[in-house]
């Protein structure tokens, strides 16, 4: 009998879809936990925002790297990828969970670029989390036309989740009180 191997994958990537926004939901509504003691947590932004551009440029090499039919580099790259995506999503966590919220401070036209990047970035962070790892199980279990159908929306909305992310770290990056 012939079983689809994406088949094995969806209940866990279904259970991390909804996982990481009722957590992030969730930290929006507790105290802050000294989880990390004395840790000054507003230098995470700046590491998420190094891992943000990261990825970016992962994103971008593995782009290159699939064009020019370097399959292994591609993967690895992806791989990378994925491994600082999750490195950054601990930091995001545990920054969320241990720091006050630092409003927006800018005004005017500024104030209005900056929310509708942050609102586009979040959205897009929530659906990109599954698109990714659809993406990437679908490439790693030689269903390379699967593949290609969804790669072709993932790694865009990808792209501009990641960019976004630098860009709103740079815009709030002033108000943050250390």
Known sequence: MNVNPERKYKPIIVGIAILIPVVVAILAYIPEARILGDFNYYRLPLIN???NGTVFLLLIASFIAIRNKQVLLHKRLNTSAIALSFVFLVCYILYHAAAVETPYGGTG????????????HILLSAIIV???????IRGLTGKYERHKKIARYTWPIWLYVTFSGVLVYFMISPYYPN
């Open 130 to 136: 599954p698109m990714v790892l659809i993406t990437y």
């Open 49 to 51: 925002a190094v891992l």
């Open 109 to 120: 036209t500024m104030r209005t670029v900056y929310y509708v990047v942050l609102i586009s």
